[in-house]
């Protein structure tokens, strides 16, 4: 489930994966197979979601790339002629696949909801994406755009609950909830209410969840973001994305610095930096923790809207013991340096590590996120429950 991008897609039957082996356990998912098509029907070349799978490409040019001829082309009579493969990359993987559609049925609602003509990709060969991605980003393709088709009070509105990454899939009794549409209060006794922050439009990436970063505090210390990440210009760069998809937050070179120096300046005198645990894992800065426990600086986030999030110790700290020739105790901060401002697209990205604990809202008609901090395991029982 993966909010930084727009596209459905599944594994079809025969299905090859480069550069996939470890990348999942396939006996955690109920279905790991490939898929064989029996009632799916192939998309057409002319067709709006041909067009927008292909980066808005006329239909007369996918219509020529689908071999239909001039005449038919001319008088738009191309309807035989199925959508061209199309190419799909994500940050750490890609896939070639095919458009069809079929009926989609989410059996987990009351009642069971039914998509008529679910337009989804079939893929044959994939890099390092081995399961496939529901694309919950804000194109056309994305499930809860076609959801917003037939019922849009459950299209506009989703929200998930991450638990924790706690590496230790024994530990993890309870999955994380994903919630299509809005659930009643009485089910929300006891818990707080969500901060917004409004969507920022980027004109260059329609389909992120861009929001603005106005500063971070550590400790008592705010230091102001750079405006490329409290906004998006007319060139679609800038913004911070809020993208589920994404493991680590990341922040640009210069202010990345500012913050990890703010961080260690306060952590530095306690604690002995592990150099080499940083050239092994890239994360930095990281510390030895002999002393016992970890005493280190809260941090905030401040968003526009003057919404801000006070992030749980374990989403920007990871603490583990190093398998060197000695164990010892480490805590690493979660941040990571995302390269320099002036590149192009998005400024920042707040990843699925400091989403942790957090219900996560996406309120499409008010064009907000939303976050509140919850028990998320807890909250998959309370909302089966009713």
């Not at 400790?219 to 760069?237: M, Y």
């Not at 202010?255 to 150099?275: I, L, Q």
């Not at 320099?340 to 604990?357: C, H, R, V």
């Amino acid at each position: 489930m993966d909010t930084g991008s727009d596209v459905v897609w599944l594994p079809c039957h025969p299905f090859d994966c480069i550069l996939c082996e470890g990348k999942y356990n396939p006996t955690t998912i109920p279905n790991p197979n490939p898929i064989n098509l029996t009632t799916a029907t192939p998309v057409t070349c002319k067709s709006r979601a041909c067009s927008a799978v292909h980066h808005s490409l006329p239909s007369s040019d996918l219509c020529t790339i689908a071999k239909c001829p001039l005449e038919d082309i001319e008088i738009s009579d191309c309807n035989k002629y199925t959508c061209p493969p199309f190419y799909y990359a994500y940050g750490d993987g890609s896939f070639i696949g095919k458009l069809y559609c079929d009926e989609l049925s989410i059996p987990m609602s009351s009642p069971t909801l039914i998509l008529n003509n679910f337009t989804f990709g079939c893929a044959h060969s994939a890099l390092g994406e081995p399961i496939g991605v529901a694309g919950f980003g804000r194109g056309t393709l994305s499930l809860p755009a076609q959801l917003a088709n037939n019922s849009p009070e459950i299209g506009n509105y989703f929200s998930y609950c991450l638990v924790s990454h706690s590496f230790d899939t024994p530990r993890v009794h309870r999955p994380s909830p994903l919630i299509l549409g809005r659930y009643t209060m009485d089910e929300k006794i006891g818990y707080t209410d969500y901060g917004y922050t409004p969507m920022l439009e980027n004109p260059k990436h329609p389909y992120f969840y861009c929001v603005g970063l106005e500063g971070v505090s550590i400790g008592k210390t705010r230091i102001p973001a750079p405006a490329s990440l409290r906004r998006v210009d007319g060139r679609g760069n800038g913004g911070m994305v809020v993208d589920s998809g994404t493991t680590f937050t990341m922040l640009p070179l210069r202010f990345y610095e500012t913050v990890v120096k703010e961080f260690d300046k306060r952590v530095g005198p306690v604690y002995k930096r592990a150099n080499r645990v940083e050239e092994r894992t890239g994360l930095s800065p990281c510390y030895y923790l002999d002393k016992g426990g970890s005493n280190v600086p809260q941090l905030l986030l401040h968003f526009g809207g003057n919404s801000s999030v006070v992030m749980p110790k374990r989403n920007y700290f990871y603490e583990f013991l190093d398998d060197g020739k000695v164990k010892r105790k480490v805590g690493c901060v979660m941040l990571m340096n995302g390269g320099d401002e002036e590149e192009s697209g998005p400024s920042g990205i707040l990843g699925n590590y400091f989403q942790q604990g957090f219900e996560v809202v996406y309120d499409l008609e008010k064009k907000r996120v939303g976050f509140a901090k919850r028990k998320c395991a807890s909250l998959w029982d309370n909302l089966n429950q009713h």
